[in-house]
């Protein structure tokens, strides 16, 4: 008998019969018409294994995939690397109903500017971390944790001075770190941040994408390079462009949806 008692049987064959997900937490898992509480959630978990239930796969529908949105605008409800990358998550709720989204505002996040404090605790091994170094090192740490949870990493990096805003830059400084993001080996480094999916929503006032400026383009050649640094490979970029030109704004963002391809 694949499962241990009848009840667990009866559960995982509900859970195997319907296909929508409104949102799992390990809390809490919500089923169609179904709430549930912790201690079935955890039955839930011990039933749909291969263990428990050989004969019924985990399917990819059962996997509760997250979505880590980072948005780098301060333009709120007018920016198009906002809505461009809100068009992004759709997409992938679409594919993945699912999906969870955790949205990261890094303009009202405020990382620090990473200093001296932040670096020392970066290389203090964790049993030796003072209280100094625990509270410097919190950014980094709870950065690090969204970032690895999220099976789809989505960016939203609008055109500063031909770069990325500093407060994703700040982020970034954050998340890059010595034995935890990336390694070093005999063959050269190796990023630590596997197995995620990608998505630049770019907005700027110009074209960078082709032509003369292109080689101007430190916003999108920079978060491909350094993402791909800490393993993050599978990377794509879509553009909100020309939003400052006067005969491409008006389409550029309606351009920027429709080349969306997960
Ligand atoms: C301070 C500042 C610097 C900018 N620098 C550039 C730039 O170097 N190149 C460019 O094409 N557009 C530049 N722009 C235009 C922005 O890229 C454009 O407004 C874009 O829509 C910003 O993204 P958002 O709409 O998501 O805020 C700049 C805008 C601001 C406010």
Known sequence: MPFKTKRASRIALTFARHSTFEGISSSNFILQNYTLSQSMALSFRKVVSFSYCPAIPLKKKFIMKKILHLISSFRNEDSYSIKLGQAIVDKIKAE???????????????YPHLDAPHFQAF??????????????IKYSDKAISQLMEADYIVIGSPFYNFNIHSALKAWIDHIVRFGVTFRYTENGPEGLVKGKKVYVAMASGGVFSEGPTQSYDFNGPYLKHILGFLGMTDLKIFRAEGVKLPNLQEHALEKAIESISL
């Open 123 to 136: 290389l203090t091994p964790t049993a030796e971390l003072t209280e100094v170094d625990k509270e410097a």
């Open 96 to 110: 993945n109903p699912s999906a969870v989204v955790q949205e990261l505002n890094l303009i009202a996040e405020n």
